[in-house]
């Protein structure tokens, strides 16, 4: 993990806080991927313009100051194209606990910059955070989800039904 002058960086990705002149690259990326996230993300079906994606990068801003949220947009060290975001979310402070979430651009699928960056967000979740546990929740036909926080090594918890899809919720002790 190093820190750079705008966030981290990880071998190719650097890692920062969104910023409103990320919202044309957000949502370039984002309506380009929108079919490959639908199914997996539920706020990936929602129209996302240019005027509501001031409002949620504002939102995620306000978070990040309150502590409450940590989110990173993702670019690639040498392009600087913008390839999706990582976030440490729902934070039990007195717990010590996160959940993590992603998405990436659905040009940079299958390429390892996901397992790159989940990796640096679990070391600087434990690292500077002091969170002693993550968890993930995914639909349980996301193999893809599921293959990653296998090889990060997060491990299964329980399956729950929420709107009859089937939820798998796993967990990492860091």
Not at 4 to 17: D, F, H, I, W
Not at 73 to 99: D, H, P, Y
Not at 128 to 137: K, R, S
């Amino acid at each position: 993990m190093v820190l750079s002058q705008n966030g981290y960086e990880t071998a190719r990705v650097l890692l920062y806080s969104p910023e409103q002149n990320d919202i044309d690259d957000f949502l370039e990326s984002f309506n380009k991927s929108k079919k490959h996230l639908s199914p997996w993300l539920k706020w990936a079906n929602n129209d996302i313009n240019k005027s509501n994606a001031t409002t949620i990068i504002n939102s995620y801003k306000e978070k990040i100051l309150a502590r409450r949220e940590f989110r990173f947009f993702l670019r690639l060290k040498l392009s600087k194209k913008f390839i999706g975001s990582v976030t440490l979310r729902n934070i039990e402070w007195r717990e010590k606990t996160a959940e993590i979430g992603y998405w990436l651009d659905v040009d940079y699928l299958n390429k390892g910059y996901m397992y790159e960056v989940t990796s640096f967000l679990l070391d600087y979740a434990h690292n500077e955070l002091g969170l002693l546990t993550v968890n993930a929740i995914t639909y349980a036909d996301n193999k893809s989800s599921i293959k990653l926080l296998q090889k990060l090594e997060f491990e299964f918890k329980q399956s729950i039904t929420e709107e009859s899809k089937e939820i798998s919720i796993y967990y990492k002790n860091l």
